[in-house]
């Protein structure tokens, strides 16, 4: 599970804008920790990465950092991967932004965003999320398509969105509301599917 930092594992209060760590990390992350390695992403150096995860006690649930990553759009989960030896289409991004969290190199990781809108989302959403996922499928992608065929349709889907385009969307509710996605942008090959709680 490669999670990013500023904004999703370290939120940002709504009220006075003040960082803090997400809600339910202590609970959540060892449960996670039990069906996913845990790893952070982040355009942070890893070194200043690692001493802001220390800071708010998240660190020992993380088995790697990796830092420094700037990239036009997404981040190179799939390179991420095959350095700790994870499968794409068994693994998940947990992000807040749309062009920055998604896979730069790879169609088969699942993004799911939190933190939208100003709302911070507990760990355990992502937690339940997964769960969710699970049921469907072990490949996120099939269980992403699995969850797409029983949803019901957006309105209107298509539109630009984040300097791509948003091509299928649709809408559940399995105990709560959440939408899901497939994108595409000019500057990846393939289709991003993306899951927003």
Request: glycine share 10%.
């Amino acid at each position: 599970m490669l999670w990013d930092m500023a904004g999703t594992l370290i939120p940002y209060d709504p009220v006075t804008g003040r960082p803090l760590p997400l809600p339910g990390c202590n609970d959540f992350l060892p449960e996670l920790a039990r069906y996913f390695r845990l790893v952070v992403t982040t355009g942070d150096g890893t070194a200043s990465a690692r001493g802001f995860l220390e800071s708010y006690e998240i660190l020992p649930h993380i088995e790697h950092v990796f830092g420094g990553l700037s990239y036009p759009v997404g981040k190179p989960y799939g390179e991420i991967l095959r350095q700790i030896g994870g499968q794409p289409d068994r693994s998940l991004a947990i992000g807040d932004r749309l062009r920055a969290d998604i896979p730069s190199d790879t169609d088969q990781v699942v993004t799911i965003l939190i933190n939208q809108d100003g709302d911070i989302v507990n760990a355990g959403m992502v937690s339940f999320m997964t769960h969710i996922l699970r049921k469907q499928s072990e490949c996120f992608p099939e269980a992403f398509r699995l969850l797409a065929a029983n949803a019901a349709p957006d309105q209107d889907p298509v539109g630009s969105a984040w300097g791509g385009e948003i091509t299928e969307a649709w809408h559940r509710n399995d105990g709560f509301e959440y939408r899901l996605m497939v994108y595409r942008h000019s500057a990846l090959a393939g289709e991003r599917l993306i899951i927003v709680i």
